[in-house]
């Protein structure tokens, strides 16, 4: 059985840190693009980083340079480091894997709590 099993969040002071992680398992094929979005209460789910094979990676704008996002092929997982976190960070954040010629695969989700 393909799954995603992530790990990580919990509740974070503003301007601290946290880091999510990702392992893919099971008969996962051929993993092109590994990610991970989030979604707030009453908003839309939003990508917030994204990595592909090569190691190029993508992220929206309110993350930049406080947010990075690494993948070991090896092990098929992805993480993202989270730091100086800010409350509009809270959200519940999902990995997400994108495979040649097989569905995408989602995380259960992880609740990340930004608050003093």
């Known amino acids: 059985q393909v799954q995603l099993v992530e790990s990580g969040g919990g509740l974070a002071q503003p301007g601290g840190s946290l880091t999510l992680s990702c392992a893919a398992s099971?008969?996962?094929?051929?993993?092109?693009?590994m990610g991970w979005y989030r979604q707030a209460p009453g908003k839309q789910r939003e990508l917030v980083a994204r990595?592909?094979?090569?190691?190029?990676?993508n992220y929206v704008d309110s993350v930049k340079g406080r947010f990075t996002i690494s993948r070991d092929n090896a092990k098929n997982t992805v993480s993202l480091q989270m730091n100086n976190l800010k409350p509009e960070d809270t959200a519940v954040y999902y990995c997400?894997?994108?495979?040649?010629?097989?569905?995408?695969?989602w995380g259960q989700g992880t609740q990340v709590t930004v608050s003093s």
């Open positions: 997400n894997v994108e495979r040649y010629w097989s569905p995408e695969l």
């Open positions: 990595i592909t094979r090569g190691g190029s990676t």
């Open positions: 099971g008969s996962i094929g051929s993993i092109t693009t």
